[in-house]
C-alpha cells in the first residue's frame, strides 16, 4: 500500500473524530524483516460527533501507511472482507454498533524503515518516533491528537535484546516458551498515539532519583549503548534542574514513578517527547568534557528541559489538531528559554534565541512557506515543525507574558493546566485561560497566530524642549504573504526607555519608572513623555519585546552611546549590531560600485572600548564582537548578492583583526587560564570570549597568531578549546597543516559519533576549506551515512547552510550538488531532504543570475519523478 497523494488538510475541515478508543493494548513480536504488531482496541462511538439521529453509524477511518494487514477480527469474530476496504493511506471500516472491540494483526520491517518515522532500526537498536503521523507506520489506527487512549504495550524479543522499554510503568515481566524476553508496560495517562514509544536494545543505563514537591521519589534512568555510558552526567543533572525548576516556576509536578531518556543515534529531529520514555539524538543529549563543546552542553541543558517540559505542556494538556501545533511548541520554547536563562546568563541566552530568529524565521517568514503560527493548511505536517511554529511561537507566549506580568501569567497558565488536564486542546483556549484568569482582554492580540509575516516598525520621535516633552511617533506595517495580500494592525509590546547625555536613564512617569511598555495596537500612534528635560536618545524594543523589525534612524555616534551606556544588556548588543550591519550594508554598496572598501573605523573604536573593558559579561561581550553571519545580513537586504556579502564581512573582520592584534592578544591571554573543565556559565563565558579573540587573531593569519591556536589544540584540554584552535587553523592556517592537523584529529577520535560529526561539519562549513570538492570527498569518507541525518545534516547542511561562501559558488556547482542530495535523500528520508531543500526555496531573492540558476535546480528536483508529500509540497510551494 502507498501513501497516499499529496492533498491540502485544512483547519476549517476540523471535525471532532466519529470514534474514540478506550484502551489500546499492543503486543510487539520483533524481528528485523517481520515484526509482527498486534493491537486490541476498544472503541466507542463519539458522543460529541454522535448526531446521526438514529441513523447508520458512520464508517470508522483507521490510518495505516507501509502495513502488511494480517488479520482483524470484531468482538473476537474475524471480519468478513466486505466490511473493510484498504485504502491509500489507511483502512475503512463498516460499523455495525456504537461499542466494540477490534483485534489487528500486522506485518512490518523496521530494517527497510530508513524514514526513521514509526519503528525503525539504529545501530541495531529498535526505537520509534511517532510525532505527528508515526503511529500509522506501526499499526492501523485512528492516529489524530484528539483520540486519546490509556495504553498497555507488550514487547517480546530475542534475549540479545535485555532492555525493552516503552511508556508508563513497568507491570510484567517474563521469558516465553521458546527463551524470548517479554516485558509488560502499562501507561495510566490517556495519550495521543503520537507519545507512543518502544525501545528495544543493548543498552547500558544511569540512574538517578528525583523527590517531587510532595515528596514522591521519581526513579530517572538514561540509556545509551555501553561505549556512551560515561556521557549522560550532564544530561542527569539538567534533567533534575527543569524538574525542579518547572515546580518553582510552574507549580508542575512529574507523575509517574518513572522517567527515561533513550539516546539514539539516527534521529531526525533532536529529541522527542513520549510519555515516560523521551527518546532523544544522541547529539542532543550525550556530553563528556573532552568531546563536547560548551555549545552542546547548553543545548543539551535546554533540550533535556523542553522534552520534559512537555510531560505537561504537551502531553496532560495536548493538541486538538496539527494545526494547533504551537499550542505546546511555542509554550514549551517559551518555558525552556527562561529556565535556560535562570541557569545562564539572560541576556546571552536572548541575544541567541533573537539572532535564530531574525536570521531564520524572518527569512522563513519572508519566504514562500511563510505561513501563520496556527497555519490554515498544510499538505504535510511534517513540513511545519518549523521556527515560525517554534521560535514565533515562543515569542507570542512570551509577549502574553510581557503584556500581562509574570504574576498574572501563573495564574494564566494555572487555570490552563487545570481546565484542561486530560484534553487535547487549542491555541484559543490558551489564550482564553489568561484572559479569563486575569480579566484581560487579548481580542486583537489573537491576531498574532493567524497573521503570517514580520511586521515592521517605523519610528519617529519629536523633543519639545520648551514643553519639556518627548514624543515617539510608531507605525506598523506588516508585508503581505502567499495567501495573505491585506494584514489588520497587531497588538504589538514595544519596552523602551530613555537615556539622558550622562548615559543615565530618565523618569517616565510619576512613579519614577526608568522602562515602560508602549501599547501599539494601530497602525500609527503617538506616545508624550511629559517632564523630560533634555532631548533624550531612545532604547527601543528592549529585550526584543517583540518579533518585528524596528527601524530608528540612530547615528553611528548614538548606536556607540547606546553600546557603551544603556541599561538593557540586551540592547547594548542591539546597537552594536545596527551599528555592523549599517557598516556592512555600505562596505557591500561600494563593492558592487567597484570603489574602494572604507576601513570600518566606528566598528573598530566601539571593539576597542569592548575589549579593554572587563567589568562586562565576557559571554556579551564576544556576541558583541561577532559581525552578524552572512544568512543574517542575506535576510536583511532586499536583494541578496552573495558575492558582496562575503567580501563586505571578510573585509570587516580583516580590518578590526589588523587593528585591534594588541587587544585581541591580552584579552586572550588574559583569559587563557588553565582551569579543569566545568560548564558553567562563568566558565564558558570566559571560553567563548577567549575563542573569538583566537578566531580574529588567527584572521590575520601571522604565525605568533597560529602557533597559538596549534598550542591550544596540543594541550587537548576541552573540545571547547581543541575545536576552536582547529576550525581557526582550518579557516586560516597553511592548507598542508590544517590537512595534517585534521587527519591527526580524525585518528584520535574516530570511534566517537559526535567528535566525528564535529569534524565533518567544521569542514564542510569553513569558508576557505569546504570547497564542493571537499564535500564530495567527505561523503565518500568511510564514516559518512548516507542513512544517519546527524552526518547528512554536518556534511550537506554544513556546507548548504552554513557555508555561504562556497555554496554560492558562481558557477551555479553547489546548487546542482545540494539538487543532486536532495533527490537521492527523499528516496530514503523524506523529512531530511524537505529540510536540505531550503536554501533552494528563497530563490527570488537572490540577485537575477544565482535565481536562475537556483531555480533551474529547484525545477530539476520537481521533474526529478515521484517526489515524497515533503518534499513536493517544498518544492511547488517554492516554484509557484
Ligand atoms: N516534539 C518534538 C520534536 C519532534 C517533532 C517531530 C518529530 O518527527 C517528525 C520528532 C521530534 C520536540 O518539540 O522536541
Ligand atoms: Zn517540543
Not at 80 to 100: I, N
Not at 234 to 263: C, N, P
Request: aromatic share 10%; net charge negative; hydrophobic share 40%.
Amino acid at each position: 500500500m502507498k501513501d497516499a497523494k499529496p492533498q491540502t488538510v485544512y483547519l476549517n475541515d476540523y471535525q471532532a473524530p466519529e470514534y474514540l478508543v478506550d484502551r489500546t493494548e499492543l503486543t510487539f513480536d520483533l524481528d528485523p524483516q517481520s515484526t509482527l504488531v498486534k493491537s486490541h482496541l476498544k472503541i466507542r462511538r463519539n458522543p460529541v460527533a454522535a448526531d446521526s439521529g438514529g441513523r447508520s453509524l458512520p464508517p470508522l477511518w483507521l490510518d495505516g501507511v507501509d502495513l502488511e494487514l494480517l488479520s482483524i477480527a470484531e468482538d473476537g469474530e474475524l471480519l468478513p472482507a466486505q466490511r473493510y476496504q484498504e485504502e491509500p493511506g489507511g483502512l475503512s471500516l463498516t460499523v455495525t454498533k456504537p461499542e466494540f472491540e477490534l483485534e489487528i494483526q500486522t506485518r512490518i520491517a523496521p530494517e527497510s524503515n530508513t524514514s526513521l518515522e514509526g519503528l525503525y532500526l539504529s545501530n541495531g537498536m529498535y526505537c520509534t518516533q511517532c510525532e505527528a503521523e508515526g503511529f500509522r507506520k506501526i499499526t492501523f489506527y485512528p492516529d489524530r491528537p484528539d483520540v486519546m487512549s490509556v495504553f498497555t504495550t507488550t514487547i517480546v524479543a530475542p534475549a540479545k535484546y535485555p532492555v525493552l522499554l516503552s511508556n508508563g510503568n513497568k507491570v510484567d515481566s517474563g521469558t516465553t516458551d521458546d527463551g524470548r524476553l517479554r516485558v509488560t508496560w502499562e501507561d495510566p495517562f490517556a495519550k495521543p498515539s503520537y507519545l507512543f514509544a518502544l525501545v528495544a536494545g543493548d543498552l547500558q543505563y544511569v540512574e538517578d532519583s528525583f523527590t517531587t514537591s510532595t515528596g514522591r521519589a521519581v526513579t530517572l534512568q538514561l540509556f545509551t549503548e555501553a561505549r556512551n555510558i560515561g556521557k549522560c552526567e550532564h544530561a542527569m543533572v539538567s534533567l533534575k534542574h527543569a524538574m525542579r525548576w518547572d515546580e518553582v516556576v510552574y507549580g508542575r509536578e512529574y507523575d509517574l514513578d518513572i522517567f527515561m531518556i533513550v539516546a539514539v543515534d539516527h534521529f531526525n529531529m533532536g529529541a522527542m517527547e513520549n510519555k515516560g520514555l523521551n527518546i532523544f539524538n544522541s547529539a542532543c543529549v550525550l556530553a563528556s568534557p573532552e568531546t563536547a563543546t560548551d555549545a552542546a552542553f547548553q543545548r543539551i541543558e535546554s533540550i533535556v528541559a523542553h522534552e520534559y517540559f512537555h510531560n505537561w505542556s504537551g502531553n496532560r494538556v495536548t493538541c486538538r489538531d496539527w494545526f494547533q501545533l504551537s499550542l505546546k511548541e511555542g509554550f514549551t520554547v517559551f518555558r525552556d528559554a527562561e529556565f535556560s536563562a535562570d541557569m545562564n546568563s539572560r541576556a546571552v541566552k536572548r541575544i541567541e534565541d533573537v539572532t535564530l530568529l531574525r536570521t531564520a524565521q524572518f527569512a522563513e517568514d519572508a519566504g514562500p512557506m511563510s505561513h501563520p503560527v496556527r497555519p490554515d493548511s498544510y499538505m504535510e505536517i511534517s513540513n511545519f515543525y518549523t521556527l515560525t511554529i517554534y521560535e514565533k511561537g515562543a515569542e507570542i507566549v512570551r509577549m502574553i507574558h510581557t503584556i500581562l506580568g509574570a504574576d498574572a501569567f501563573r495564574r494564566g497558565s494555572d487555570l490552563y493546566f487545570q481546565r484542561h488536564d486530560g484534553c487535547a486542546v487549542t491555541c484559543e483556549d490558551f489564550v482564553v485561560a489568561m484572559e479569563d484568569a486575569n480579566g484581560a482582554d487579548l481580542k486583537q492580540f489573537r491576531r498574532w497566530y493567524s497573521q503570517a509575516g514580520t511586521p515592521i516598525i517605523e519610528v519617529e520621535d519629536e523633543y519639545d524642549a520648551e514643553r519639556a516633552q518627548y514624543s515617539l511617533t510608531l507605525r506598523q506595517r506588516t508585508p503581505a504573504t502567499p495567501g495573505q495580500e491585506e494584514k489588520l494592525p497587531l497588538h504589538i509590546p514595544v519596552a523602551i526607555g530613555l537615556l539622558g547625555a550622562d548615559g543615565k536613564a530618565l523618569v517616565l512617569d510619576k512613579f519614577g519608572s526608568t522602562d515602560t511598555v508602549l501599547h501599539l495596537t494601530e497602525e500609527s500612534q503617538t506616545f508624550t513623555f511629559q517632564d523630560i528635560d533634555e532631548r533624550p536618545l531612545p532604547s527601543l524594543l528592549r529585550g526584543f519585546s517583540a518579533p518585528v523589525k524596528l527601524r530608528y534612524g540612530y547615528t553611528g555616534e548614538q548606536l556607540q552611546f547606546l553600546m557603551q551606556h544603556d541599561a538593557d544588556a540586551f540592547n547594548r548588543w542591539d546597537a552594536c549590531q545596527r551599528l555592523a550591519l549599517n557598516t556592512l550594508s555600505s562596505l557591500q554598496g561600494q563593492y558592487r560600485a567597484g570603489e574602494t572598501l572604507d576601513t570600518p573605523s566606528a566598528l573598530i573604536d566601539g571593539f576597542s572600548v569592548l575589549l579593554q573593558n572587563s567589568e562586562l559579561d565576557p559571554a556579551l561581550v564576544a556576541k558583541m564582537l561577532a559581525l552578524p553571519s552572512a544568512q543574517e545580513l542575506a535576510e536583511q537586504g532586499d536583494e541578496i548578492d552573495a558575492a558582496a556579502i562575503v567580501a563586505a564581512r571578510d573585509f570587516a573582520r580583516q580590518s578590526i583583526a589588523v587593528a585591534l592584534k594588541p587587544l585581541f592578544l591580552a584579552r586572550y591571554q588574559a583569559l587563557d587560564q588553565r582551569k579543569p573543565y566545568r560548564p558553567t556559565a562563568d566558565d564558558i563565558a570566559r571560553r567563548g570570549l577567549k575563542n573569538t579573540c583566537l578566531a580574529y587573531l588567527c584572521m590575520t593569519q601571522d604565525q605568533d597568531a597560529l602557533a597559538l591556536a596549534r598550542t591550544q589544540f596540543e594541550r587537548d584540554e576541552n573540545m571547547t578549546d581543541v575545536s576552536a584552535a582547529l576550525a581557526a587553523m582550518v579557516e586560516y592556517g597553511p592548507k598542508d597543516a590544517a590537512e595534517q592537523t585534521l587527519e591527526s584529529f580524525y585518528r584520535q577520535w574516530q570511534q566517537d559519533t559526535q567528535v566525528v560529526e564535529t569534524w565533518f561539519g567544521l569542514q564542510s562549513s569553513s569558508a576557505g576549506f569546504g570547497t564542493l570538492d571537499r564535500v564530495r570527498e567527505l561523503m565518500a569518507h568511510p564514516a559518512f551515512e548516507m542513512k544517519n541525518p546527524n552526518k547528512v545534516r554536518a556534511v550537506v547542511g554544513g556546507f548548504a547552510m552554513r557555508n555561504f561562501n562556497q555554496f554560492h559558488h558562481e558557477d551555479g556547482s553547489g546548487y546542482e550538488f545540494l539538487a543532486d542530495q536532495v533527490i537521492a535523500l527523499d528516496k530514503l528520508n523524506p523529512q531530511i531532504a524537505s529540510r536540505l531543500v531550503t536554501p533552494l526555496t528563497r530563490w527570488k531573492k537572490y540577485r537575477k543570475h544565482e535565481a536562475g540558476q537556483i531555480h533551474s535546480a529547484l525545477k530539476r528536483i520537481s521533474d526529478s519523478g515521484e517526489l515524497s508529500a515533503d518534499l513536493y509540497e517544498m518544492v511547488s510551494k517554492s516554484l509557484a
